[in-house]
T-cell receptor, first 114, second 108 residues
Framework: GAVVSQHPSWVICKSGTSVKIECRSL??????MFWYRQFPKQSLMLMAT?????????EQGVEKDKFLINHASLTLSTLTVTSAHPEDSSFYIC??????????FGPGTRLTVL | RKEVEQDPGPFNVPEGATVAFNCTYS??????FFWYRQDCRKEPKLLMS???SGNEDGRFTAQLNRASQYISLLIRDSKLSDSATYLC?????????FGAGTRLTVKP
């Protein structure tokens, strides 16, 4: 199956700093990439959808100025959590799609903000 | 109302047991459905698509009931390695919605 990577796999940072997470589709071109957040024992919550070369579409309640998404190429999307706070600590997962409904997920990034 | 609802469990079953999960959805126009499996602290992985006529993949059987708006997953002859959280997914108009997941633990 298609492979999606994420980097870093885990990060610990101080409150107020910004963290960038990369999502790459390694063996296919992803027309659409998605960013999810998952708190412990809860479902995946879609944060935003991004199409290559255009602005991301954010879900209701997700601050676009806090969670900056860039989808500069068909194989790379980045999520930057700006001025992170402890409540932003979560498991961030990206996924990529290349036309069919099937989404391929990255391994996730565990963010801990102290 | 949540769009996709699942019983969170946990379901604790012995090895070899048959276990079934249901998932209800609210959007009658939803086009496709999937079951994903998520291990602890890992990303979800596609287990199987759900077809209207029902489909089987080894020990796993998925069914869709559009009239009652639910999908089901049946696991036969449970293995220890089946322990995971199973996510029901609804797809409609380029939009995928995940259920909260049903936790399954298979015990020796």
């Amino acid at each position: 199956g298609a492979v999606v990577s994420q980097h870093p796999s885990w990060v610990i940072c101080k409150s107020g700093t910004s963290v960038k997470i990369e999502c790459r589709s390694l063996d296919f071109q992803a027309t659409t990439m998605f960013w999810y957040r998952q708190f412990p024992k809860q479902s995946l919550m879609l944060m935003a959808t991004s199409n290559e070369g255009s602005k991301a579409t954010y879900e209701q309640g997700v601050e676009k100025d806090k969670f900056l998404i860039n989808h500069a190429s068909l194989t790379l999307s980045t999520l930057t959590v700006t001025s992170a706070h402890p409540e932003d600590s979560s498991f961030y997962i990206c996924s990529a799609r290349a036309g069919s409904p099937t989404q391929y997920f990255g391994p996730g990034t565990r963010l801990t903000v102290l | 109302r949540k769009e996709v609802e699942q019983d969170p469990g946990p379901f604790n079953v012995p090895e070899g047991a048959t276990v079934a999960f249901n998932c209800t959805y609210s959007n009658s126009a939803s086009q496709s459905f999937f079951w994903y499996r998520q291990d602890c602290r890992k990303e979800p992985k596609l287990l199987m698509s759900v077809y209207s006529s029902g489909n089987e993949d080894g020990r796993f059987t998925a069914q869709l009931n559009r009239a009652s708006q639910y999908i089901s997953l049946l696991i036969r002859d449970s293995k220890l390695s089946d322990s995971a959280t199973y996510l029901c997914v609804e797809y409609n108009n380029n939009d995928m919605r995940f259920g909260a997941g049903t936790r399954l633990t298979v015990k020796p």
